[in-house]
């Protein structure tokens, strides 16, 4: 009987061990309310039941407490994501189609932001006012059902809880009036950035401290054309620039002519605010190469970190050189070398697996998690991760190339980053017999992840 290669079959270890590193091991997740649930109930109103195509559209959350007993909520009015996950809406047009999710393409990264817990007694209520713009993409004038959702389940492990629906009308502006409106919006943030350009932190007269975020979100509601160049100037003028983001990345048109107007953007600004932006919209690989071509050469090393990025989604083989030199510059940051090297392995070439087994043979100390890393992200990628099907063979490493690694893993004492899990996951795959002192010493880890793997690994190396 043929034993398999220890690589084969390594695509099942990595997302128990993904979710193993994404949470400490005392974490434990939040178990549903199982007694004296509250008992709440949920309604949504609007101040008025007609807009216009292009105006913000506030929708007031009510919940109120119909139980015998307190229960807590969330009193928070920011959310790193944009919008607050708790409060959902829906809306369906007259004839009953769906509306689409007004962000399908935005990715706001790490979630979060503060909040403080509140009591509802009994008898009581309170409100919170939510845009139906940043949940359904209204686009066009006609009559809409919108539904209201509250999800407490995110903290407090309670039942969602859905309103009755509510029909509202959005009157269309022609095209005279958009642009008139529009004009009016960009008008606005144009003088609020005139005049920050001389009086940095200061506020322009008429213009309260708020309305520059205040202003995107309006603007960016119009879905016009009209609104590109403004949003971009606000990206690169203004560190308040989430909501331009957010607005260049799902609510102005993915055309051609947006898709050309990013592009002159990135050749005349570099891509440093524009990674994500040009990630959400639709362009060619053709498109991007000389794009890229530029950003990765050595001198433009500023644009390094967001050219790796998208050399993941726009890959040409002509990139392979200048990312093998990424990945080997000490001088580079070491998130922006793991980018470099994770390009490798899901565009795999003979030329990436000689230079990633090149730094596993002396691998740095600050590349040990980098490496880690690479080795995992690459035998896991599947074809949505690998668009050009060309990720890591089970042959390309060895065991031997591995130990390296694995040595210096399980060495280091190190918990931020949890190395000594790499390693012992990385050994219960790939372990060899010189591992087995280390891995005696790990399995009675008062770590019980480290504990298990480590005994795992012992237990296939001394079968």
């Known amino acids: 009987m043929t034993t398999p290669h220890p690589i084969a079959t390594a695509p099942r270890l990595w997302p128990w061990l993904l979710l193993a590193l994404a949470l400490p091991t005392s974490a434990q997740p939040v178990p549903p309310a199982t007694t004296n649930p509250p008992n709440l109930s949920l309604t949504i109103r609007c101040a008025t039941n007609e807009f216009l195509l292009g105006d913000p559209i506030p929708v007031e959350f ?69 845009p139906l713009n940043l949940w359904a993409a209204i686009r066009e004038p006609g009559q809409y059902e919108v539904t209201g959702t509250y999800r407490p389940e995110y903290i407090y492990g309670t039942n969602p809880v859905t309103s009755a629906p509510i029909h509202i009308t959005v009157r269309p502006r022609s095209a005279s009036e958009m642009h008139a409106y529009v004009q009016s919006l960009t008008n606005q943030l144009a003088l609020r950035l005139d005049y920050l350009a001389t009086h940095p932190g200061g506020r322009p007269p008429g213009l309260a401290d708020a309305d520059l975020s205040d202003l995107q979100q309006q603007l960016m509601y119009t879905g016009s054309a009209e609104a590109v160049s403004t949003l971009l100037r606000v990206v690169f003028e203004n560190g308040d620039h989430f909501w331009a983001v957010v607005g260049l990345d799902d609510y102005v048109p993915h055309t051609a002519e947006t898709r050309s107007v ?45 050219a790796v990025w998208l050399a993941l989604k726009y890959y040409d083989d002509d990139f392979t050189p200048r990312l093998i030199a990424i990945a080997n510059d000490p001088r580079a940051r070491w998130d922006t070398r793991s980018i470099a090297l994770r390009a490798l392995t899901f565009h795999r070439t003979d030329a990436g697996v000689q230079a990633i087994k090149a730094l596993l043979r002396d691998p740095a100390p600050d590349m040990l998690r980098t490496l880690y890393e690479t080795i995992s992200n690459g035998y896991y990628a599947g074809a949505d991760k690998s668009p050009n ?44 017999p010189e591992l087995i002192p280390q891995l005696e010493t790990l399995s009675t880890n008062a770590n019980p992840t480290i504990q298990g793997c480590a005994r795992d690994a012992l237990a296939k190396l001394k079968h």
Request: charged residues 20%; negative net charge.
């Open 62 to 130: 009510v919940i109120r407490n119909h139980g015998s007993t307190d229960t807590k909520y969330e009193n928070r009015n920011y959310d790193r994501g944009g919008r607050l996950p708790e409060y959902q809406l829906t809306a369906q047009t007259g004839s009953g189609t769906p509306v689409p999710d007004a962000i399908m393409h935005f990715r706001s990264g790490m979630m979060g932001g503060l909040f403080g817990e509140a009591i509802l007694h009994p008898g009581e209520s309170y409100t919170k006012t939510i």
């Open 262 to 306: 990013l592009l002159a953007a990135a050749q005349a600004h570099g891509l440093e605010n524009l990674q994500g932006i040009l990630q959400a919209h639709e362009f060619t690989d053709k498109d991007m190469k000389p794009l890229l071509t530029r950003a990765l050469s050595e001198n433009h090393r500023d644009e390094w970190p967001s």
């Open 389 to 432: 099907h060309r990720p890591l063979r089970p042959a390309d490493f060895t065991p031997a190339d591995l130990r390296p690694l694995i040595e210096r893993l399980l060495a280091s004492d190190n918990g931020a980053y949890q190395l000594q899990v790499c390693g012992v996951a990385l050994a219960k795959q790939f372990g060899s």
